[in-house]
């Protein structure tokens, strides 16, 4: 856990926002895809491993009322506070390990996830995970989740990363869920790398008890 850290803030203190590989100045599929699960203004929608990423300005934007971000990286949530200055209270922000941490049971209508979960290489780190999401979602609450899809490289961001077909992803987020939609998206960081994204949207069972 402390290498993680130590390794994300690193990055957040010695680079600008727009030279992170996965940069983009809009999540537009992110945002296409939350937008198809259909949740109103009032849903509850985290974002984890949020980072410094623009997503939380765009629904800011699209007056979604109850955005959470959550980052192991104090400095990443403090670029994100700082752009978006005043509205930046309208936001929860929490510092934390995803795998590691209290959310609310049964809470969020909306668990977003870019280049987070494809880190954890080791099964233990992504049983946690997976309990860690099963338990914050709502009953019938929604997952819209981007890993590196298997023709990516090797790494991302110097570390090692797991790769994913849709149905990898399913088999590992729980097959009781219901993948709704899935698509490939070519990223190219701004040093000119190629690297395929896999974007998927699932949905917990609406019966589904959190334990
Ligand atoms: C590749 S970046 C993606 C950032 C953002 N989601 C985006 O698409 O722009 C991965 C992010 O996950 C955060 N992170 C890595 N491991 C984490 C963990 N175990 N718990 C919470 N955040 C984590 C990093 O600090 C970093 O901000």
Known sequence: MMI??????NVYSTKA???????????QTSLAFIKRTGVHQEARIIDVGGGASTLVDDLLNARV??????DIAPTALDQARSRLAE???KVQWIEGDVTDIDLPPGYYDVWHDRAVFHFLTETESRKRYVDHMWRALKAG?????ATFAPEAPPKCSGLDVTHYTPEQLHHELGKDLVLHEHRKELHVTPGGVKQMYLYCRFQKPALACYE
């Open 87 to 89: 509205r930046a209270a």
């Open 4 to 9: 993680t850290k130590a390794h994300w803030e």
């Open 17 to 27: 926002p727009e030279q992170v590989g996965w940069y983009e100045p809009h999540l």
């Open 141 to 145: 609450g929604h997952i819209v989740i």
């Open 65 to 70: 009322e109850h955005i959470t971000v959550l």
